[in-house]
């Protein structure tokens, strides 16, 4: 079935590092959506992109919709502690916007 | 005032018991999903409810079934649990239609069948 192949798989960084981490599909995707679910709770939407080439920022976080249509980037600036998490991609299938379809997720340990 | 809330967190459980974890959103959504968390933490969706209605349906055992009130609830009741049913259960909501309609979880429902 549908697969988003997200890397790296995980990453264990300092404070104040920036951070980057994309995600692929061999499908196109016509919206890219990155989620974080911290320890214990449900992933929560961070960022929607809905344009090829369209860059959005949502505070030290910037994502990217690729060119391709069949990728999508996402950084983090600065990182903090709290950024801690595993961070997802997720994409609708064309034709059923219901029905979103999850990467296999980015695990970020953040160190003091 | 939590938006989509679902219980229990946590179940503990052996194996043949039948259980069910009920889920309600006060969002005002007409979607609603059941999505499940494995051990390796990917996500994969089970269900699809709008306006109480079932929209999707992917491979999932018949021992597992959805039930939709009315829009603002959706629960799961499994039947016969398997060691194979631990997971994380995740409830959700959205606006029906619209590109990449943003979904809303809930905090999860921690099942360990032993």
């Known amino acids: 079935g549908q697969q988003l192949n997200q890397s790296p798989q995980s990453m264990f960084i300092q404070e104040g590092e920036d951070v980057s981490m994309n995600c692929t599909s061999s499908?196109?995707?016509?919206?890219w959506l990155w989620y974080k679910q911290d320890p214990g709770e449900g992933p929560v939407l961070l960022i929607a992109l809905y344009k090829a080439g369209e860059l959005t920022s949502n505070g030290r976080l910037t994502a990217q919709f690729g060119i391709t249509r069949k990728d999508s980037f996402l950084n983090i600036s600065a990182s903090i502690p709290s950024d801690v998490g595993i961070y997802f991609c997720?994409?609708?299938?064309?034709?059923?916007?219901?029905?979103?379809?999850f990467g296999t997720g980015t695990r970020l340990q953040v160190t003091l | 005032d939590t938006a989509v809330s679902q219980t229990p967190k946590y179940l503990v459980t052996q194996m043949g018991n039948d259980k069910s974890i009920k889920c309600e959103q006060n969002l005002g959504h007409d979607t609603m999903y059941w999505y499940k968390q494995d051990s390796k933490k990917f996500l994969k969706i089970m269900f699809s409810?709008?306006?109480?209605?079932?929209?999707i349906n992917e491979t999932v055992p018949n021992r597992f079934s959805p039930k939709s009130p009315d829009k603002a609830h959706l629960n799961l009741h499994i039947n016969s649990l398997e060691l194979g049913d631990s997971a994380v259960y995740f409830c959700?909501?959205?606006?029906?239609?619209?590109?990449?309609?943003?979904?809303?979880f809930g905090e999860g429902s921690w099942l360990t069948v032993v």
């Open positions: 409810y709008n306006n109480k209605e079932l929209i």
């Open positions: 499908s196109i995707f016509n919206t």
């Open positions: 997720a994409g609708p299938l064309t034709g059923t916007a219901s029905k979103l379809t």
């Open positions: 959700a909501s959205s606006v029906q239609g619209g590109p990449g309609n943003t979904i809303y």
